[in-house]
Structure formats: structure tokens, C-alpha cells
């Protein structure tokens, strides 16, 4: 069941700035908040408190081993969490930030390990979508980018569709109603060179060989996941 005096009706086009605050202050106080994103429910936390990432992980009984992506509100705020910014990576997200591509960079040294799952890299993504963009800079930490639902299960569309564990665990949630069908983001793994592209999503491959040469993957062992924004 859920408690309706955690769920907040939004329009996530134009979303209220004092619930968007009410939810940053949740998540800047290490709890968990469900938002809408393009076309899933996402479950946002600060990605720089493990305990708010180990709640994550409880919430979705999502293996250790699969590290998650963050969403962050500027990219003048990429500098902070990444080792470095390949020449490959500049040209990326002049074309395609903010939108639906996450980039996979070597981490930042001090980032949390269970956010990373130790593999030393981090999925990062400058969200196009208003209420997920809002909440990035309203929170001023970089928010985890996964969905709303327990391992192995689909996303959710709907706040009645999001997996009861997920829902229960959640300080807040915001209600957009049915969010549109669509692709995830394409996540693209700058480490490398080539990039690799470690899934197909929004940003077509056809589109980013216009840009530069990329490969296809995944990479062996290769785990990083995130919300449809």
C-alpha cells in the first residue's frame, strides 16, 4: 500500500520548485526519493553518502556487484567526480548534454565504492528532463540515476506500478502520472578509445558515428545501469 502523505502530485514539465526543494531536502538528509524521469519512475539519493547508496541497493535488492550511474546538474560539476575528460567525451556531450546519453569515465578518487561497485568508473548523466534536472540542482549533490523497481524487475511507468520494497523505502515520491513510452539512455564508455557503446538507447549509434568512431559492446563484465531520462 501506499502512503499517500509521501506521494506529491507534480508536472514534471513544469514542476512546483517548493516540492522539488521539500524532495532535495530529503535526499540531502539521506533519505530517498522517487521522481519522474522521460519514460521510468527513477529512485534518487545522494550519490555521495554510501548510507543513502546502501539504502539504495536494499530497496532495490540490487547486487553489490552493479555499480550505479548519477545524474548531475551542471557540467561544470563533471571535473569533480571523474578522473578525466577524454577529448571524445568534449565532443559527446557538446552535441548530445543535456539529454539521453550516460557517460562511463574513470572515477574521481574518494567516490563512494559501493556507488562505483569498485570497478573505478562512473556513469554520469546531465538529465534533459525537467523535474529529474531540477531535482539534480535543487539536491546540490550528484542524485543516483536508477529506476524505481527491484532487481530484475520492469520499470515502472506508474508510481502504482513501482515495486512495493522500492516504494516503501522512499521518503517521497513524485507523482507525474504515466510517464511516456521510450528508449533508456544510450550509455557510451568513454574510458576507452574507441568509446564502446555499452547499450543502445536514445542516442542511436548511426548518430554518434557521425560524430566519432565508436564500437560496440558490452565490455566483459561490464554493469553500469540507469534510468530511462
Known amino acids: ?85 577524454p ?33 573505478g568508473t562512473i556513469g554520469i548523466r546531465l538529465p534533459a528532463h525537467p523535474a529529474a534536472a531540477a531535482l539534480a540542482r535543487a539536491a546540490g549533490t550528484p542524485v543516483t540515476a536508477t529506476s524505481a523497481n527491484t532487481a530484475n524487475a520492469p520499470g515502472a511507468r506508474r508510481v502504482s506500478e513501482i515495486s512495493d520494497p522500492v516504494a516503501r523505502a522512499a521518503g517521497m515520491i513524485l507523482d507525474a502520472g504515466p510517464l511516456a513510452a521510450g528508449s533508456g539512455s544510450t550509455i557510451l564508455d568513454v574510458t576507452c578509445d574507441p568509446p564502446v557503446i555499452l547499450r543502445q538507447g536514445a542516442v542511436s549509434e548511426a548518430r554518434l558515428l557521425d560524430l566519432l568512431p565508436v564500437s560496440v559492446g558490452p565490455k566483459p563484465g561490464a554493469q553500469i545501469k540507469g534510468v530511462k531520462s
Open 87 to 119: 577529448d571524445a567525451a568534449r565532443r559527446v556531450m557538446d552535441q548530445f548534454w543535456p539529454g539521453g546519453i550516460t557517460l562511463v569515465f574513470r572515477a574521481a578518487a574518494g567516490l563512494p565504492k559501493n556507488l562505483t561497485a569498485n570497478t
Open 1 to 85: 500500500m501506499r502512503d499517500k502523505a509521501r506521494i506529491n502530485l507534480i508536472d514534471d514539465r513544469f514542476p512546483d520548485p517548493a516540492v522539488i526543494e521539500a524532495a532535495a531536502a530529503c535526499i540531502r538528509s539521506g533519505g530517498l526519493v522517487i521522481f519522474p524521469t522521460r519514460s521510468l519512475y527513477g529512485l534518487g539519493a545522494d550519490a555521495l553518502n554510501p548510507d543513502a547508496v546502501d539504502r539504495v541497493f536494499a530497496a532495490k535488492n540490487r547486487p553489490a556487484k552493479n555499480p550505479i550511474s548519477i545524474l548531475i546538474s551542471s557540467r561544470d560539476l563533471l571535473e569533480n567526480f571523474v578522473a578525466e575528460i
